[in-house]
């Protein structure tokens, strides 16, 4: 689930950078605190999500 959240934050940065400045070239390497907030707010639901396999998973 860290991973999928760390590429979530990325793809956020990315497209919040490349949105106010038109170039994938200028964002920049750090990914801001508000970004990995941002990012963690799916946390939710990948457990959700994650329960609802091992759910299902485990009825058959």
């Known amino acids: 689930m860290v991973t999928q959240l760390l590429r979530i934050a990325a793809l956020l940065h990315a497209t919040s950078h490349t ?3 038109g170039f994938i070239d ?3 390497i750090t990914i801001s605190k508000n970004t990995l907030a ?3 707010q799916f946390k939710d ?3 959700a999500y994650k ?3 091992y759910n299902m998973i ?3």
């Open 45 to 47: 639901y990948f457990v």
């Open 58 to 60: 485990n009825q058959h």
């Open 26 to 28: 200028n964002v920049p």
């Open 51 to 53: 329960e609802k396999v």
């Open 19 to 21: 949105a106010t400045t």
């Open 38 to 40: 941002a990012a963690m």
